[in-house]
């Protein structure tokens, strides 16, 4: 099984930034794709940001250049540096793991950007 632990939410005004953090623990081996997954009321839950194993990174084009996502791969640990947040960042932010074609979520986290 795999835990994944996410921390960091929070309220901030439009302009600020937050960071995005995940732990995850268990079986998790490599390689895998870490990432952060969003979901606005009302709407589906969709791609924010995700990393490989190795390195490599891909971005909702909404969030290119204002987002960005690192791992630390000793730690299983992902994280999410938010800047020039906007009011439709406001979501429930969820991390995520594939590993072996399978997902693993964590259990969310909320995401508030007020204007």
């Known amino acids: 099984q795999v835990q994944l632990v996410e921390s960091g939410e929070g309220l901030v005004e439009a302009g600020g930034s937050l960071r995005l953090s995940c732990a995850a623990s268990?079986?998790?081996?490599?390689?895998?794709?870490m990432g952060w997954y969003r979901q606005a009321p009302g709407k589906q839950r969709e791609l924010a940001a995700t990393?490989?194993?190795?390195?490599?990174?891909r971005y909702a084009d909404s969030v290119k250049g204002r987002f960005t996502i690192s791992r630390d791969r000793a730690k299983s640990t992902v994280h999410l540096q938010m800047n020039t947040l906007k009011p439709e960042d406001t979501a429930v932010y969820y991390c995520?793991?594939?590993?072996?074609?399978?997902?693993?979520w964590g259990q969310g986290t909320q995401v508030t950007v007020s204007s």
């Open positions: 995520n793991l594939n590993q072996f074609q399978r997902d693993y």
């Open positions: 268990g079986s998790t081996f490599t390689p895998n794709v």
């Open positions: 990393i490989t194993s190795l390195g490599s990174t």
